[in-house]
Protein backbone atom coordinates (compact mmCIF):
# COMPACT_ATOMS: atom_id res chain seq x y z
CA UNK A 1 0.00 0.00 0.00
CA UNK A 2 1.18 4.02 -1.11
CA UNK A 3 1.69 6.07 2.07
CA UNK A 4 2.00 9.35 1.74
CA UNK A 5 6.22 10.85 2.29
CA UNK A 6 6.68 12.54 5.52
CA UNK A 7 4.96 15.82 6.05
CA UNK A 8 3.64 15.86 2.18
CA UNK A 9 0.02 16.79 1.48
CA UNK A 10 0.22 17.70 -1.88
CA UNK A 11 1.74 15.57 -4.43
CA UNK A 12 1.74 13.94 -7.92
CA UNK A 13 1.92 10.39 -9.08
CA UNK A 14 3.66 9.66 -12.29
CA UNK A 15 3.31 6.73 -14.16
CA UNK A 16 5.87 5.56 -15.57
CA UNK A 17 4.50 2.68 -17.00
CA UNK A 18 1.86 4.57 -19.24
CA UNK A 19 4.94 6.96 -19.95
CA UNK A 20 7.01 3.65 -21.40
CA UNK A 21 3.48 2.29 -23.16
CA UNK A 22 3.36 6.07 -24.97
CA UNK A 23 6.72 5.93 -26.33
CA UNK A 24 6.19 2.02 -27.51
CA UNK A 25 2.94 3.25 -29.45
CA UNK A 26 4.28 6.04 -30.67
CA UNK A 27 7.77 4.38 -31.81
CA UNK A 28 5.11 1.33 -33.55
CA UNK A 29 2.94 4.07 -35.40
CA UNK A 30 6.00 5.65 -36.93
CA UNK A 31 8.28 2.75 -37.28
CA UNK A 32 11.61 1.55 -36.87
CA UNK A 33 12.95 3.40 -39.02
CA UNK A 34 11.92 6.77 -37.72
CA UNK A 35 14.04 8.07 -34.27
CA UNK A 36 12.56 9.50 -31.29
CA UNK A 37 13.53 12.84 -29.88
CA UNK A 38 11.53 12.61 -26.76
CA UNK A 39 10.40 16.09 -25.75
CA UNK A 40 11.31 16.49 -22.25
CA UNK A 41 11.36 20.11 -21.66
CA UNK A 42 9.87 22.15 -18.95
CA UNK A 43 10.73 18.96 -16.44
CA UNK A 44 9.28 16.85 -18.90
CA UNK A 45 5.87 18.67 -18.77
CA UNK A 46 5.89 18.79 -15.00
CA UNK A 47 6.23 15.25 -14.79
CA UNK A 48 10.06 15.19 -13.31
CA UNK A 49 13.09 15.25 -16.23
CA UNK A 50 15.43 12.38 -14.87
CA UNK A 51 12.94 9.74 -14.17
CA UNK A 52 10.68 10.36 -17.65
CA UNK A 53 13.72 10.80 -19.69
CA UNK A 54 15.25 7.47 -18.40
CA UNK A 55 11.99 5.68 -19.31
CA UNK A 56 11.58 7.26 -22.71
CA UNK A 57 14.87 5.81 -23.61
CA UNK A 58 14.43 2.48 -22.30
CA UNK A 59 11.17 2.27 -24.02
CA UNK A 60 12.04 3.25 -27.58
CA UNK A 61 13.51 6.74 -27.97
CA UNK A 62 17.05 7.43 -29.21
CA UNK A 63 17.26 11.22 -28.83
CA UNK A 64 16.07 13.81 -26.21
CA UNK A 65 15.30 17.04 -26.57
CA UNK A 66 15.25 20.51 -23.92
CA UNK A 67 15.30 23.71 -24.15
CA UNK A 68 17.14 25.21 -21.91
CA UNK A 69 21.28 24.10 -21.00
CA UNK A 70 20.32 23.60 -17.07
CA UNK A 71 18.18 20.65 -18.02
CA UNK A 72 20.68 19.17 -20.48
CA UNK A 73 23.48 19.24 -17.86
CA UNK A 74 20.99 17.74 -15.02
CA UNK A 75 20.58 15.31 -17.51
CA UNK A 76 24.50 14.14 -17.99
CA UNK A 77 25.00 14.75 -14.25
CA UNK A 78 22.58 12.01 -13.72
CA UNK A 79 24.33 9.98 -16.12
CA UNK A 80 22.02 9.85 -19.38
CA UNK A 81 24.56 9.49 -22.24
CA UNK A 82 22.29 9.53 -24.79
CA UNK A 83 22.24 12.28 -27.26
CA UNK A 84 20.37 15.67 -26.66
CA UNK A 85 19.19 18.39 -28.60
CA UNK A 86 19.82 21.87 -27.27
CA UNK A 87 16.49 23.32 -28.53
CA UNK A 88 16.95 27.10 -27.56
CA UNK A 89 19.20 29.83 -27.22
CA UNK A 90 22.46 29.53 -25.83
CA UNK A 91 24.36 32.64 -24.77
CA UNK A 92 28.27 33.24 -24.78
CA UNK A 93 28.00 31.83 -21.13
CA UNK A 94 26.49 28.57 -21.73
CA UNK A 95 29.25 27.16 -25.03
CA UNK A 96 31.69 25.59 -22.89
CA UNK A 97 28.47 24.12 -20.80
CA UNK A 98 27.24 22.93 -24.30
CA UNK A 99 30.86 21.40 -25.10
CA UNK A 100 31.88 19.81 -21.38
CA UNK A 101 28.36 17.96 -21.38
CA UNK A 102 28.76 16.76 -25.16
CA UNK A 103 25.23 18.82 -25.90
CA UNK A 104 23.86 19.04 -29.54
CA UNK A 105 23.07 22.86 -29.98
CA UNK A 106 20.89 24.06 -32.88
CA UNK A 107 22.08 26.86 -34.57
CA UNK A 108 20.52 30.41 -35.99
CA UNK A 109 23.18 32.55 -36.60
CA UNK A 110 27.00 33.29 -37.20
CA UNK A 111 27.79 34.54 -33.79
CA UNK A 112 27.06 31.11 -31.60
CA UNK A 113 28.38 29.26 -35.18
CA UNK A 114 31.73 30.71 -34.61
CA UNK A 115 32.12 30.79 -31.51
CA UNK A 116 31.59 27.19 -30.64
CA UNK A 117 33.53 26.26 -33.34
CA UNK A 118 36.51 28.44 -31.56
CA UNK A 119 36.21 26.64 -28.31
CA UNK A 120 35.70 22.87 -29.26
CA UNK A 121 38.87 20.75 -30.00
CA UNK A 122 36.63 18.23 -32.10
CA UNK A 123 33.70 17.76 -34.40
CA UNK A 124 30.54 19.10 -32.53
CA UNK A 125 27.24 17.95 -33.92
CA UNK A 126 24.78 20.91 -34.52
CA UNK A 127 21.34 20.75 -35.75
CA UNK A 128 19.91 23.84 -37.82
CA UNK A 129 17.00 25.88 -37.50
CA UNK A 130 14.81 27.29 -40.02
CA UNK A 131 11.37 29.07 -39.53
CA UNK A 132 8.81 28.18 -41.72
CA UNK A 133 5.19 29.93 -39.70
CA UNK A 134 6.20 29.97 -36.69
CA UNK A 135 7.57 33.43 -36.63
CA UNK A 136 9.83 32.12 -33.67
CA UNK A 137 13.46 30.81 -33.30
CA UNK A 138 15.14 30.14 -36.77
CA UNK A 139 16.90 31.17 -39.55
CA UNK A 140 14.61 33.03 -42.50
CA UNK A 141 14.42 29.97 -45.61
CA UNK A 142 16.51 33.04 -47.69
CA UNK A 143 19.51 32.60 -45.13
CA UNK A 144 19.82 29.17 -45.27
CA UNK A 145 22.38 27.95 -48.26
CA UNK A 146 24.61 31.23 -46.78
CA UNK A 147 24.29 29.55 -43.34
CA UNK A 148 25.07 26.25 -44.14
CA UNK A 149 27.95 27.16 -46.41
CA UNK A 150 29.29 29.08 -43.57
CA UNK A 151 28.87 26.86 -40.49
CA UNK A 152 30.60 23.83 -42.84
CA UNK A 153 33.41 25.93 -43.39
CA UNK A 154 33.99 26.20 -39.57
CA UNK A 155 36.57 23.87 -38.78
CA UNK A 156 34.48 22.20 -35.93
CA UNK A 157 31.40 21.91 -36.11
CA UNK A 158 29.62 19.07 -38.35
CA UNK A 159 25.93 19.76 -39.16
CA UNK A 160 23.60 16.82 -38.23
CA UNK A 161 20.04 18.06 -38.63
CA UNK A 162 17.53 20.89 -40.02
CA UNK A 163 14.99 21.33 -38.33
CA UNK A 164 11.50 23.31 -38.59
CA UNK A 165 8.64 23.25 -36.23
CA UNK A 166 4.40 23.16 -37.03
CA UNK A 167 2.70 25.84 -35.96
CA UNK A 168 -0.82 24.46 -36.56
CA UNK A 169 -0.80 21.11 -37.43
CA UNK A 170 -2.90 20.12 -34.11
CA UNK A 171 -6.14 22.68 -36.16
CA UNK A 172 -8.76 20.62 -38.15
CA UNK A 173 -7.76 22.71 -41.16
CA UNK A 174 -4.31 21.58 -42.02
CA UNK A 175 -3.60 24.18 -45.12
CA UNK A 176 -1.04 25.88 -43.07
CA UNK A 177 0.70 22.48 -41.87
CA UNK A 178 0.94 22.01 -45.63
CA UNK A 179 2.65 25.01 -46.90
CA UNK A 180 5.20 24.82 -43.83
CA UNK A 181 5.63 21.15 -45.19
CA UNK A 182 6.46 22.39 -48.56
CA UNK A 183 8.27 25.40 -47.91
CA UNK A 184 10.66 22.50 -45.61
CA UNK A 185 10.90 20.10 -47.95
CA UNK A 186 12.22 22.54 -50.75
CA UNK A 187 14.58 23.62 -48.36
CA UNK A 188 15.66 20.14 -47.85
CA UNK A 189 16.10 19.40 -51.60
CA UNK A 190 17.77 22.92 -52.02
CA UNK A 191 20.90 22.10 -49.49
CA UNK A 192 21.09 18.65 -50.60
CA UNK A 193 21.61 20.20 -54.50
CA UNK A 194 24.02 22.73 -53.02
CA UNK A 195 25.70 19.20 -51.84
CA UNK A 196 25.30 19.40 -48.51
CA UNK A 197 24.33 16.30 -46.25
CA UNK A 198 21.27 16.11 -43.59
CA UNK A 199 21.54 12.53 -41.61
CA UNK A 200 18.87 13.78 -39.53
CA UNK A 201 15.84 16.60 -40.73
CA UNK A 202 12.85 16.55 -38.44
CA UNK A 203 10.38 18.70 -38.16
CA UNK A 204 6.89 16.72 -36.31
CA UNK A 205 5.97 17.58 -33.07
CA UNK A 206 3.11 15.56 -31.48
CA UNK A 207 0.24 17.01 -33.29
CA UNK A 208 2.18 16.81 -36.78
CA UNK A 209 2.91 13.32 -36.34
CA UNK A 210 -0.69 12.38 -35.48
CA UNK A 211 -2.40 14.58 -38.29
CA UNK A 212 0.73 14.30 -41.49
CA UNK A 213 2.25 10.66 -41.12
CA UNK A 214 3.85 11.86 -44.24
CA UNK A 215 6.12 14.64 -43.00
CA UNK A 216 7.84 11.63 -40.27
CA UNK A 217 11.33 11.78 -42.17
CA UNK A 218 14.58 10.48 -40.27
CA UNK A 219 13.05 11.47 -36.47
CA UNK A 220 9.74 13.03 -34.79
CA UNK A 221 9.70 15.02 -31.46
CA UNK A 222 6.72 14.13 -29.72
CA UNK A 223 6.19 15.45 -26.04
CA UNK A 224 2.83 15.85 -24.93
CA UNK A 225 2.07 12.51 -26.34
CA UNK A 226 4.57 10.49 -24.35
CA UNK A 227 2.79 11.91 -21.06
CA UNK A 228 -0.37 10.33 -22.40
CA UNK A 229 -2.44 13.78 -23.53
CA UNK A 230 -3.37 14.56 -27.11
CA UNK A 231 -2.29 18.25 -28.39
CA UNK A 232 -6.24 18.66 -29.40
CA UNK A 233 -9.62 17.72 -29.95
CA UNK A 234 -8.62 17.96 -33.49
CA UNK A 235 -5.23 16.06 -33.09
CA UNK A 236 -5.84 12.16 -31.75
CA UNK A 237 -3.71 9.71 -32.21
CA UNK A 238 -5.08 6.43 -33.57
CA UNK A 239 -3.34 4.48 -30.81
CA UNK A 240 -3.69 4.48 -27.27
CA UNK A 241 -2.36 6.44 -24.89
CA UNK A 242 -2.52 5.87 -21.02
CA UNK A 243 -2.30 9.47 -18.74
CA UNK A 244 1.16 9.64 -16.77
CA UNK A 245 0.04 12.00 -13.87
CA UNK A 246 -2.06 12.25 -10.84
CA UNK A 247 -2.16 15.72 -9.00
CA UNK A 248 -3.37 14.33 -5.52
CA UNK A 249 -3.90 16.18 -2.04
CA UNK A 250 -5.58 16.25 1.04
CA UNK A 251 -8.59 17.17 3.18
CA UNK A 252 -7.07 19.56 5.75
CA UNK A 253 -10.13 20.81 7.78
CA UNK A 254 -13.73 20.54 7.53
CA UNK A 255 -15.96 23.08 8.69
CA UNK A 256 -19.96 24.17 9.05
CA UNK A 257 -21.01 27.41 6.97
CA UNK A 258 -24.79 29.24 7.88
CA UNK A 259 -26.67 30.85 4.60
CA UNK A 260 -24.68 34.36 4.10
CA UNK A 261 -21.00 33.18 4.81
CA UNK A 262 -18.76 33.98 1.95
CA UNK A 263 -15.84 32.15 1.95
CA UNK A 264 -11.86 33.31 0.32
CA UNK A 265 -10.72 36.77 -0.71
CA UNK A 266 -13.58 38.80 -2.30
CA UNK A 267 -16.22 37.52 -0.82
CA UNK A 268 -16.79 36.09 -4.45
CA UNK A 269 -19.08 32.87 -3.02
CA UNK A 270 -21.94 33.28 -0.73
CA UNK A 271 -23.13 30.01 0.71
CA UNK A 272 -27.19 29.88 -0.37
CA UNK A 273 -27.85 27.30 2.04
CA UNK A 274 -26.11 25.38 5.34
CA UNK A 275 -22.73 24.02 3.44
CA UNK A 276 -20.20 21.82 4.48
CA UNK A 277 -16.55 22.79 3.31
CA UNK A 278 -13.14 21.07 3.16
CA UNK A 279 -10.26 23.27 3.12
CA UNK A 280 -7.32 21.27 0.69
CA UNK A 281 -4.05 22.09 0.19
CA UNK A 282 -3.48 22.88 -2.60
CA UNK A 283 -3.18 26.50 -4.99
CA UNK A 284 -1.69 28.82 -7.21
CA UNK A 285 2.04 28.13 -5.40
CA UNK A 286 1.50 24.68 -5.95
CA UNK A 287 1.18 25.88 -9.80
CA UNK A 288 -2.52 24.99 -9.45
CA UNK A 289 -4.16 27.93 -11.65
CA UNK A 290 -6.48 30.56 -9.69
CA UNK A 291 -8.77 31.30 -13.05
CA UNK A 292 -10.08 28.06 -12.02
CA UNK A 293 -11.92 29.71 -8.96
CA UNK A 294 -15.77 29.15 -8.69
CA UNK A 295 -15.70 26.46 -12.09
CA UNK A 296 -13.55 23.82 -10.95
CA UNK A 297 -13.92 20.64 -9.31
CA UNK A 298 -12.41 18.27 -7.31
CA UNK A 299 -12.67 14.63 -6.51
CA UNK A 300 -13.25 13.31 -2.50
CA UNK A 301 -14.65 9.83 -2.07
CA UNK A 302 -15.34 9.62 -5.15
CA UNK A 303 -17.35 12.04 -6.06
CA UNK A 304 -17.57 15.62 -7.64
CA UNK A 305 -16.89 19.09 -4.80
CA UNK A 306 -17.09 21.93 -6.49
CA UNK A 307 -14.56 24.73 -5.80
CA UNK A 308 -16.28 27.65 -4.33
CA UNK A 309 -14.00 31.04 -4.33
CA UNK A 310 -10.95 32.64 -5.27
CA UNK A 311 -8.22 29.72 -5.01
CA UNK A 312 -5.81 31.00 -2.62
CA UNK A 313 -1.90 30.50 -2.91
CA UNK A 314 -1.63 27.20 -0.73
CA UNK A 315 -5.16 26.47 -0.19
CA UNK A 316 -8.84 26.31 -1.99
CA UNK A 317 -12.42 25.42 -0.34
CA UNK A 318 -14.68 22.83 -1.51
CA UNK A 319 -18.05 22.00 -1.00
CA UNK A 320 -18.98 18.95 0.50
CA UNK A 321 -22.58 19.02 1.71
CA UNK A 322 -23.74 16.17 -0.63
CA UNK A 323 -20.73 13.84 -0.02
CA UNK A 324 -21.01 12.09 3.45
CA UNK A 325 -18.33 11.37 5.75
CA UNK A 326 -15.36 13.69 4.27
CA UNK A 327 -12.93 14.42 6.85
CA UNK A 328 -9.57 15.80 8.07
CA UNK A 329 -6.82 13.55 5.42
CA UNK A 330 -9.51 12.60 2.91
CA UNK A 331 -7.60 12.20 -0.49
CA UNK A 332 -8.12 14.60 -2.64
CA UNK A 333 -7.67 14.29 -6.88
CA UNK A 334 -7.28 17.44 -8.45
CA UNK A 335 -6.31 16.10 -12.14
CA UNK A 336 -6.88 12.20 -12.44
CA UNK A 337 -8.99 9.55 -11.43
CA UNK A 338 -10.71 8.62 -8.02
CA UNK A 339 -13.51 5.75 -8.08
CA UNK A 340 -15.51 5.46 -11.52
CA UNK A 341 -14.83 9.47 -12.08
CA UNK A 342 -11.66 11.25 -13.79
CA UNK A 343 -10.53 15.09 -13.82
CA UNK A 344 -8.82 15.15 -16.92
CA UNK A 345 -5.65 18.28 -17.49
CA UNK A 346 -8.53 18.74 -20.26
CA UNK A 347 -10.95 19.55 -18.36
CA UNK A 348 -8.92 21.60 -16.06
CA UNK A 349 -7.41 23.50 -18.84
CA UNK A 350 -11.53 24.10 -19.51
CA UNK A 351 -12.22 26.12 -16.77
CA UNK A 352 -8.93 28.01 -16.50
CA UNK A 353 -9.39 28.91 -20.19
CA UNK A 354 -5.73 27.68 -21.21
CA UNK A 355 -4.35 24.17 -22.62
CA UNK A 356 -3.27 21.10 -21.07
CA UNK A 357 0.04 21.69 -21.31
CA UNK A 358 -0.01 24.72 -19.79
CA UNK A 359 -1.92 22.67 -16.95
CA UNK A 360 0.59 19.89 -16.41
CA UNK A 361 4.17 22.26 -16.73
CA UNK A 362 2.64 24.88 -14.30
CA UNK A 363 3.23 22.25 -11.53
CA UNK A 364 5.99 24.13 -9.35
CA UNK A 365 9.03 22.05 -7.50
CA UNK A 366 7.25 22.17 -4.17
CA UNK A 367 4.77 19.72 -5.96
CA UNK A 368 6.57 16.32 -4.66
CA UNK A 369 6.38 13.58 -7.43
CA UNK A 370 6.31 9.84 -6.66
CA UNK A 371 6.44 7.30 -9.34
CA UNK A 372 5.21 4.20 -10.35
CA UNK A 373 6.54 1.29 -12.24
CA UNK A 374 6.08 -2.03 -12.82
CA UNK A 375 3.10 -2.06 -10.46
CA UNK A 376 4.76 -0.24 -7.37
CA UNK A 377 5.90 2.81 -6.04
CA UNK A 378 9.09 3.93 -6.02
CA UNK A 379 11.02 5.89 -3.52
CA UNK A 380 9.33 9.96 -3.74
CA UNK A 381 11.61 12.38 -5.79
CA UNK A 382 12.32 14.44 -2.72
CA UNK A 383 9.96 14.92 0.07
CA UNK A 384 10.04 17.96 2.83
CA UNK A 385 13.87 18.02 2.40
CA UNK A 386 13.46 18.30 -1.18
CA UNK A 387 11.84 21.50 -1.00
CA UNK A 388 14.10 22.85 1.80
CA UNK A 389 16.47 22.29 -0.53
CA UNK A 390 15.12 24.07 -3.18
CA UNK A 391 13.99 27.23 -1.08
CA UNK A 392 17.94 27.06 0.36
CA UNK A 393 19.05 27.38 -3.55
CA UNK A 394 20.93 23.81 -2.69
Request: with cysteine.
Amino acid sequence: MFVIPDGVVTWAEIDLDAIAHNVRAIKAFVGDGVEIIASVKANAYGHGLQPVARTALAAGASRLAVHRIQAAVALREAGITAPILLLGHVPPSGVDLVLTHSITPTLVDRQSAKLISDHADHAIKVHIKVDTGMSRYGLEPEEILDFFRYTAALPHLAIEGLFSHFAAADELNLDFAHQQWAQFQAILDAVEQAGFSVPCPHICNSAGLVSMAETHLAAVRPGLLIYGMAPSPQSVPAFPLQRALVLKSSVIKVRNLQPGATISYGRTFTAERPMRAALVSLGYGDGYPRLVSNRGQVLIRGQRAPIRGRICMDQLVVEVTDIPGVSVGDEVVAIGRQGADEITPEAVASWAQTINYEITTGLLPQVVRVYKENGGYLAPEGGVEQWANYLRGA
